[in-house]
């Protein structure tokens, strides 16, 4: 059996399943359609349903959708608009056209005439924005509890998955590369995503999420995507958070450099080291939580090593100090989505884990299974925001905390597909160790 035929069937195995236990008889996955601006009659990019890609890797078919009943083979109707304004949707012959009924259309009504009655019994799982989608007299719209069904079962990847997954690494460390020497060669930060983008000949919309390429003290914003046009003076460090799509399936790294050997450069390599002495910990059976926490623990040291906060390990962590450094949470789940679903989610049936206040960003609740696949990006930075908290605190050492003020800070970003009893595969090492 190929990877695509075993992921199909793992697919058709888990929406079975799912209807089963919800009581549809039928799904209907649409693949959406660009939104326009309001006012205007400029769509903005067009980012296909996950669920839809998750049968079949078409991610520029907008107006497609699928057709599923248990025990009948998947149709998919995919949309070729046939008029003069928009270049024809090229669809290669590719191996999953073997597993699904293809049905062209051009027209929505083609696919509601061909569906007849058999819509009315359909869960219909999409947005429904727009006309004459929004009319299809469905059984049901998006239910939850289906939805949630799919979206646990979802977190284990078929090899399928996790093979296109290592492309998308693939193609990110490469396009990393290119912005590495763009930095050391002074460019500027939208010259650097330029190089980016280049390098895997990409366009901007192409990439799963807006890149965070970040010099200096930009470092320090979590989610920085302005792309300064000038070059600073001095570029002291680079943080560069920027992935790459293969197939649909998600890459999501994060690389920090420094210009010139000594603190900063130090303090990156500390921070490699607990990131890899936290993989080493990642089993199955372990909760990703008491990841986290350890996660913590490794930087709460860090802090302390480096003089930054006074105090043990244990106590930096436990009065919430590393909290002020490393706000966000450890990772996520990754596949599809570069936050793929599901991290909250107890079982099947829908209900969640009760998330702890005292890390209110952490994505991913659940147990560590065999077949997962999540990122691990701890990150140290000086949030002025966040120390404010802290002024006056004797145990903050304000002027170590200055030194690095000017550097921003420091993320690094792995993406792991968790294997037996510790052999977990580092999609993201791997594609940037093929490349050297
Ligand atoms: N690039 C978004 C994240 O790391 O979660
Ligand atoms: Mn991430
Ligand atoms: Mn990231």
Redesign the pocket.
């Given at each position: 059996m190929s990877a695509y035929a075993d992921h199909i069937a793992t697919v058709r195995a888990r929406f079975d399943a799912a209807l089963a236990a919800t009581g549809y008889e039928s799904v209907l996955i649409y693949a959406g359609q660009p939104r326009v601006a309001f006012l205007d009659d400029n769509p903005a990019p067009y980012k296909v349903n996950p669920l839809f890609k998750y049968w079949v890797p078409v991610i520029e078919s907008p107006k497609s959708a699928i057709f599923y009943q248990p025990g009948e083979k998947p149709v998919v109707f995919l949309f070729q608009p046939r008029d003069f304004w928009h270049a024809e949707v090229k669809v290669p012959e590719e191996e999953w056209q073997q597993y699904v009924e293809l049905v062209v259309i051009d027209e929505q009504d083609k696919m509601t005439a061909w569906l007849g009655d058999k819509i009315k019994s359909a869960a219909f799982i999409g947005e429904d924005f727009a006309e004459p989608v929004a009319s299809w007299p469905v059984k049901a719209r998006n239910p939850a509890n289906l939805i949630d069904h799919l979206h646990f079962h979802r977190a284990i990847k078929t090899a399928w998955e996790v093979d296109n997954m290592r492309h998308a690494n693939r193609l990110a460390a490469k396009a990393h590369l290119a912005a590495r020497d763009a930095f050391v060669a002074g460019a500027s930060e939208l010259e650097i995503h330029h190089a980016y983008l280049a390098a895997i000949n990409f366009r901007e919309s192409q990439v799963p999420?807006n890149s965070?390429v970040a010099l200096n003290e930009h470092g320090a914003v979590l989610?920085y995507d302005v792309y300064e046009t000038q070059a600073p003076a001095q570029s002291r460090s680079f943080l560069i958070?920027?992935?790459a799509l293969y197939r649909g399936y998600c890459a999501?790294i994060?690389r920090t450099y420094a210009r010139e050997s000594g603190f900063f450069a130090e303090l990156i390599e500390s921070m490699d080291e607990a990131q890899q002495a936290l993989l080493a910990e990642i089993k199955p059976g372990i909760n990703y939580y008491e990841l986290h926490v350890s996660q913590h623990l490794k930087i709460a040291k860090i802090l302390a090593d480096y003089g930054f906060v006074n105090g043990t390990a244990e106590s930096i962590y436990e009065q919430g100090y590393t909290s002020a450094f490393f706000p966000?949470g450890l990772?996520?789940f990754i596949g599809l989505q570069?936050?793929d679903v599901g991290g909250f989610l107890a079982n099947d049936r829908g209900d969640t884990i009760a998330r702890d206040p005292r890390h209110p960003f952490l994505r991913l609740l659940r147990d560590v299974e065999i077949g997962q696949a999540f990122?691990i990006?701890p990150g140290l930075y000086v949030v002025d925001q966040l120390l404010e908290a802290h002024q006056g605190n004797a145990d903050f050492n304000w002027d170590r905390i200055a030194q690095l003020r000017p550097y921003g800070g420091i993320?690094i970003?792995d993406s792991i597909v968790v294997g037996e009893n510790g052999h977990n595969e580092n999609l993201t090492r791997d594609a940037f160790a093929s490349l050297a």
């Amino acid at each position: 059996m190929s990877a695509y035929a075993d992921h199909i069937a793992t697919v058709r195995a888990r929406f079975d399943a799912a209807l089963a236990a919800t009581g549809y008889e039928s799904v209907l996955i649409y693949a959406g359609q660009p939104r326009v601006a309001f006012l205007d009659d400029n769509p903005a990019p067009y980012k296909v349903n996950p669920l839809f890609k998750y049968w079949v890797p078409v991610i520029e078919s907008p107006k497609s959708a699928i057709f599923y009943q248990p025990g009948e083979k998947p149709v998919v109707f995919l949309f070729q608009p046939r008029d003069f304004w928009h270049a024809e949707v090229k669809v290669p012959e590719e191996e999953w056209q073997q597993y699904v009924e293809l049905v062209v259309i051009d027209e929505q009504d083609k696919m509601t005439a061909w569906l007849g009655d058999k819509i009315k019994s359909a869960a219909f799982i999409g947005e429904d924005f727009a006309e004459p989608v929004a009319s299809w007299p469905v059984k049901a719209r998006n239910p939850a509890n289906l939805i949630d069904h799919l979206h646990f079962h979802r977190a284990i990847k078929t090899a399928w998955e996790v093979d296109n997954m290592r492309h998308a690494n693939r193609l990110a460390a490469k396009a990393h590369l290119a912005a590495r020497d763009a930095f050391v060669a002074g460019a500027s930060e939208l010259e650097i995503h330029h190089a980016y983008l280049a390098a895997i000949n990409f366009r901007e919309s192409q990439v799963p999420y807006n890149s965070i390429v970040a010099l200096n003290e930009h470092g320090a914003v979590l989610h920085y995507d302005v792309y300064e046009t000038q070059a600073p003076a001095q570029s002291r460090s680079f943080l560069i958070d920027a992935g790459a799509l293969y197939r649909g399936y998600c890459a999501d790294i994060t690389r920090t450099y420094a210009r010139e050997s000594g603190f900063f450069a130090e303090l990156i390599e500390s921070m490699d080291e607990a990131q890899q002495a936290l993989l080493a910990e990642i089993k199955p059976g372990i909760n990703y939580y008491e990841l986290h926490v350890s996660q913590h623990l490794k930087i709460a040291k860090i802090l302390a090593d480096y003089g930054f906060v006074n105090g043990t390990a244990e106590s930096i962590y436990e009065q919430g100090y590393t909290s002020a450094f490393f706000p966000h949470g450890l990772g996520h789940f990754i596949g599809l989505q570069v936050h793929d679903v599901g991290g909250f989610l107890a079982n099947d049936r829908g209900d969640t884990i009760a998330r702890d206040p005292r890390h209110p960003f952490l994505r991913l609740l659940r147990d560590v299974e065999i077949g997962q696949a999540f990122t691990i990006e701890p990150g140290l930075y000086v949030v002025d925001q966040l120390l404010e908290a802290h002024q006056g605190n004797a145990d903050f050492n304000w002027d170590r905390i200055a030194q690095l003020r000017p550097y921003g800070g420091i993320r690094i970003e792995d993406s792991i597909v968790v294997g037996e009893n510790g052999h977990n595969e580092n999609l993201t090492r791997d594609a940037f160790a093929s490349l050297a």
